[in-house]
């Protein structure tokens, strides 16, 4: 399903990882010595998967049948009607787990085999990673342990159980702020002395070269199959494509395949929680400053010190202080466009998604949704109908239903009659 | 003094050096440069002060924790430099140890400057490489600190050879693979690994992670220029936080055991 696809483009990174060079730009590796021969045999067996194509066509078969890839292309007409262009949703929502994120862990445990490696470690933060590397350990027949902020563990019980069910081990991380980034640093600490036997599955395109680089290569086909899908149904590219962006693994995933289309405008949408004028977001290219955080070059929240600040965002997907550094080399160009999307218009999104087409995204796609409708606007006042704006629905809602009842106040007999659209 | 005559004092007596950490800030700036000084007067011949950190990958649970305790009791960058330049007037050469986000964040060029304004001797640096440090570098080629990178077991020939080549002051090999803590028994890695770096430098070596008593001194102290303690300190005023005099005491106890494990190696 990835045939013909461009393998690089203008905006990838250097043999050391820097995206935009090594002064002004973004990437790099500021790790531990300990960990960098890991990183290298990584990148060496990263780079050779890549290059073989039975590796490839592996990773293709895997997709198809157990993940149930490709994901279609959705065109949501009523969508369209309300806002006068066409809207078109790349279904990750539908997804084995529920979400793009099954693409990047399929590929790393398919990678751990290739190295011989026989236990896999991974960072969550809502859960959602952490059941999806659960999922491809299981696949694989590898062990598999998953840290998680202990906030995280009992805000996603759920998640918890279902990690265990698939025979993975979870640790609560109460360190620092006990949430996602914490949880990060433990998987680090455990990597350091486990590493010749056990693969870091990485969740998002962050962290250390060759993280946001093998991470993008993992989840690249979510665009290479969009646009493909785009151009033998209706000729023509889109004329906007957006995503939301925590750590940003499902916006390079759409992003990567429309780099080098100039005539394409890209969107990624930060969660800007309370609202970025307020202490309470994770907006972080929006509002945060250079700095490195978790093995990269990238924007930060901090403070003047450089101490990581707390994020906040109602999608604990998304609630993230960093972010990759792709993302910052490509708001620092100019070629995508990044704003923040409050934690009230992300719902709204949510509600009118569910009402107008049937689907509950997750509250991080409902970001996507919320900003991408304003974008569309625009174009269908600027080119009328034909308009086109493709949105990645990178996960679907059901793990978010107890936040979206609180939120809405669901299943309160005073409020249910209440149409949560307004 | 500088480091390397440091090292080279504790070369000519025929023993290695104490290197002794501790955070800044805890139990609170000035009752950590209490405990630092008492680093000094039990025996310790260069001090490690650490920048505590949000993010610290590289440290165990007994650092983290005090790390921790000194952000929340609000410590910032310039009360890492006070005590800085508290523990350096007594004369012994005080290196920084820091993650290197603060540092980028307060400015490299300027932290150098200030650190040598400090009277501080140089930084130790557990996540930058030499090969992602030009501008550390030349910052502290200008201000003549030290630079002081990490080699693991792991480290390959070639980068034992980019990394000392890029140090001054002494290279920091870390004994084990894993965080920092103490551990009941040293490391069967540390051997080989202060052998291969001696191979490729000149620079004394000094071995950290896991030291935690005089007879594991003394067993680093038959191969090594320096044995570096960190966590075990830091154990030790966890373990007084109702009673400042009493863990003052007991840091000066570890020490004078530590300082006699470096010497009958």
Redesign the interface.
């Known amino acids: 399903m990835t045939t013909e696809v461009q393998r690089t483009t203008s905006y990838d990174a250097d043999e ?1 990882g820097w995206f935009g060079g ?1 002064g002004e730009g973004f990437g ?11 990183l290298d045999e990584l990148t060496v067996a990263w780079q050779d998967a890549m290059a073989d194509p039975a590796f490839v066509h592996d990773f293709d078969t895997i997709l198809r049948e157990y993940a149930g890839l490709p994901s279609p292309l959705f065109h949501a007409q009523r969508l369209s009607d309300r806002v006068g262009c066409r809207v078109l949703l790349k279904r990750e929502d539908l997804n084995h787990t529920g979400a793009h994120k099954i693409r990047n862990v399929l590929g790393q445990a398919l990678l751990t085999k290739r190295m011989g490696k026989t236990r896999v470690i991974a960072e969550t933060g809502a859960g959602q990673h952490g059941v999806a590397s659960a999922t491809a350990a299981a696949y694989f027949g590898l062990d598999c342990t998953v840290y998680m902020g202990s906030v995280d563990t009992r805000r996603q019980a759920l998640n918890v159980a279902r990690m265990n069910l698939l025979g993975a081990k979870v640790v609560p991380v109460d ?2 702020s006990a949430t996602l ?2 949880a990060i ?1 433990e998987a ?2 455990d990597w ?2 486990s ?2 036997h056990t693969a870091y599955l990485f969740g998002t395109a962050a962290g250390p070269h060759p993280f946001p680089s093998l991470v993008r290569d993992f989840t690249r086909g979510i665009g290479d199959e969009a646009r493909a899908q785009c151009l033998e149904r209706y000729g023509v590219l889109p004329d906007a494509i957006a995503a939301c962006v925590g750590g940003g693994s499902n916006a390079i995933g759409l992003f990567t395949a429309f780099l080098d289309d100039a005539d394409v405008a890209i969107y990624g949408f930060e969660p800007g929680g309370d609202g970025v004028d307020t202490p309470r977001h994770a907006a972080t290219i929006w509002a945060g400053d ?6 990269a070059r990238t924007y ?1 929240l ?1 403070d ?5 600040v707390e994020s906040h965002s109602i999608s604990a997907g998304l609630d993230y202080p960093g972010v990759g550094p792709q993302h910052a080399h490509l708001a620092a160009t100019g070629r995508a466009s990044y704003l923040p999307v409050t934690d009230d218009e992300a719902m709204q999104a949510l509600a009118l998604l569910s009402r107008t087409e049937g689907i509950i995204p997750a509250i991080e796609s409902a970001h996507a949704v919320a900003g991408a409708l304003k974008v569309a606007e625009q174009l269908a006042a600027e080119k009328g109908p034909e308009a086109t704006v493709l949105i990645n629905l990178s996960g679907r809602g059901d793990k978010d239903m107890g936040t979206a009842i609180e939120y809405f106040g669901l299943g309160d007999p005073e409020k249910v009659t209440e149409d949560p659209v307004g | 003094m500088t480091t390397a005559t440091a090292f080279e004092k504790a070369r000519v007596d025929g023993r290695a050096a104490l290197v002794g950490y501790l955070p800044a800030g805890y139990p609170d700036v000035r009752g950590g440069i209490d405990a630092l000084k008492v680093l000094v007067d039990a025996g310790c011949d260069v001090i490690e002060i650490g920048l505590p ?6 440290d ?2 007994t650092i ?1 924790a005090a790390a ?1 305790a000194a ?1 929340e009791g609000g410590v ?2 310039a009360d890492v430099l006070r005590t800085v330049e508290a523990v350096a007037a007594t004369g012994t050469p005080t290196l920084v140890m820091t993650y ?7 400015g490299v060029e300027r932290f150098a400057a200030d650190l040598a304004g400090a009277g501080g001797a140089g930084l130790i640096t ?4 030499p ?2 440090a ?1 501008e550390w570098i030349a910052a502290a080629d200008a201000h003549e600190l030290d630079k002081v ?8 020939e070639e ?1 034992i050879a980019m ?1 000392t080549a890029a140090c001054r002051g002494f290279v920091y090999a ?1 004994a ?4 920092t803590g103490a551990r009941t028994s040293t490391s069967d890695l540390a051997g080989p690994l202060v052998a291969r770096t001696k191979a490729a430098t000149d620079l004394p070596v000094g071995v950290g992670l896991g030291v935690s008593n005089g007879d594991q001194a003394a067993e680093i102290a038959a191969y090594a220029d320096g044995v570096i303690v960190g966590s075990a300190f830091v154990r030790t005023l966890l373990d007084h936080a109702d009673d400042r005099a009493a863990g003052l005491r007991a840091l000066a106890a570890l020490t004078e055991d530590l300082a006699g494990g470096v010497r009958r190696a």
């Open positions: 050391q090594a790099g590796r500021f790790m531990p010595e300990a960990l960098i021969a890991a360190s620092g980034k914490d640093n680090m600490r350091v002395a590493v010749d250079r700095g490195v955080l978790h093995g930060v901090q003047e010190d450089g101490q990581t | 950190y949000s993010d610290p990958v590289m165990g649970p983290q921790q952000l910032r960058t290197w986000n603060p540092v980028e964040k307060y557990p996540d930058l490489t090969d992602f030009p990178f990490l080699v693991a077991p792991s480290s390959t980068r990394t870390t084990v693979m894993g965080v």
